[in-house]
């Protein structure tokens, strides 16, 4: 999962919402001192990635990216998997895409002092482009995937994955929106069974 489905499936926590946006910038399993919420978040995001990464329907639409995309395929699914929940976001909350947005930029504003130093330099990025937004627009899903070839160490297509989802649009979304009611579910399991 990408930068939006993360966070909408911290159930309104400002804590774990920063803590899932820390995640990302850390390496390993190891984190640095947290807040106690705020590592809960961390442990959130990581347990929603391990759930997502292991789930047949995701592997099927990494599997649809194989062959042009190889081991990108997962990075990939992620950006479409948040243009997916973007674009189809009135089914999955009352609250507009904007307003979420806008309380999400808002929550994460107020922990910058714990981001580390990438995380802080993207999170003003993400601010100012209003990338949970623009998710939904494929024109900024192709921008999302031209940023991440651009950093990524290897040679790679992702600038073009556009092209794919626009070819097999109604089978990713078929997997998505399958998959991740089954993901709120179990996010809504962990964050209130006390097993973060």
Do not use: C
């Amino acid at each position: 999962m990408n930068l939006l489905a993360h966070f909408s499936l911290t159930s309104g926590s400002e804590t774990l919402l920063a803590g899932s946006f820390i995640a990302d910038f850390l390496r390993g399993e190891r984190a640095p001192n947290f807040p106690s919420e705020v590592y809960r978040g961390i442990l959130h995001h990581r347990r929603i990635d391990a759930f997502t990464d292991r789930h047949p329907l995701v592997r099927r639409s990494k599997r649809r990216l194989w062959r042009r995309h190889r081991h990108y395929a997962a990075v990939i699914v992620d950006v479409f998997y948040d243009h997916l929940l973007a674009h189809n976001w009135h089914d999955y909350s009352a609250m507009t895409l904007e307003e979420f947005a806008h309380r999400a930029y808002g929550s994460l504003a107020q922990f910058q002092s714990l981001f580390p130093t990438r995380a802080k330099k993207t999170f003003l990025r993400m601010q100012a482009g209003n990338w949970l937004v623009h998710y939904r627009r494929l024109e900024g899903v192709d921008r999302a995937l031209q940023g991440l070839a651009h950093r990524s160490t290897f040679e790679s297509e992702m600038a073009k994955a556009g092209e794919d989802l626009r070819r097999d649009y109604r089978r990713f979304e078929e997997d998505f929106r399958t998959f991740f009611p089954l993901l709120q579910q179990y996010s809504l399991e962990i964050i209130e069974g006390g097993e973060l």
